[in-house]
């Protein structure tokens, strides 16, 4: 699960959210810009993904960027 919350006025309001896998991206406001989630499963074995290195917990990994512009899609380059 891989959902996404919004702080507005001392409470916590859902904002988006998905299944946890795949490329998912979530506007903030006008700017343009937001976050970026990436999550898959990982190979068996695997400790970390190499995206931006990440921790594998239970066969799978996210990577998340918040406040960006989307302008490239991650991508794995390998497992450690």
Known sequence: MDDLFRHEL???E?????SGGGISCSA??????GVLRYG???PE?????RVV???????????VVWDTSF??????????
């Open 14 to 18: 859902t904002d988006a959210g998905g």
């Open 40 to 42: 898959e499963e990982a």
């Open 71 to 80: 302008a490239e899609n991650p991508s794995v380059t390998g497992f450690d």
């Open 53 to 63: 290195r990440r921790p594998v917990r239970h066969g799978h990994f996210l990577f």
């Open 45 to 49: 074995g695997a400790s970390a993904a």
């Open 10 to 12: 001392d409470r916590w």
């Open 28 to 33: 903030l406001g006008e700017e343009g810009r």
